[in-house]
Nanobody, 123 residues
Framework: QVQLVESGGGLVQPGGSLRLSCAVSGIIFKIYNMGWYRQAPGKQRELVAAISSGGGNTNYEDSVKGRFTISRDNAKNTVYLQMNSLKPDDTAVYYC????????????????WGQGTQVTVSS
């Protein structure tokens, strides 16, 4: 069974940066496209970035383009999200799971989700 463990969240001021990590186990990680999702209070979970299995294709939701960068290390079974120029609207719990970069960006998921990591952008 897949296990997804997100980390790296925290409290950051507007304009700041964070790097999220997601360690994946229980699957052959290198064959799956992966994505980062976020869920803000009172809103549905949304896919914000995705990367192909080999890492050569990435795509982003419009609101994070130019600020977020998704990457992966298949030797470490880990996917990352570098978040720069953070805004209060980026405040959410961030999760990793399957996701297709397309285009267009397309959500997908394993049967389970991790606990997520909280990102709070506030002065």
């Amino acid at each position: 069974q897949v296990q997804l463990v997100e980390s790296g969240g925290g409290l950051v001021q507007p304009g700041g940066s964070l790097r999220l990590s997601c360690a994946v186990s229980g699957i052959i990680f290198k064959i799956y496209n992966m994505g980062w999702y976020r869920q803000a209070p009172g809103k549905q979970r949304e896919l914000v970035a995705a990367i192909s299995s080999g890492g050569g294709n990435t795509n982003y939701e419009d609101s994070v383009k130019g600020r977020f960068t998704i990457s992966r290390d298949n030797a470490k079974n880990t996917v990352y999200l570098q978040m720069n120029s953070l805004k209060p609207d980026d405040t959410a719990v961030y999760y990793c799971n399957r996701g297709h970069p397309g285009p267009p960006l397309r959500p997908a998921s394993f049967d389970s989700w991790g606990q997520g990591t909280q990102v709070t952008v506030s002065s």
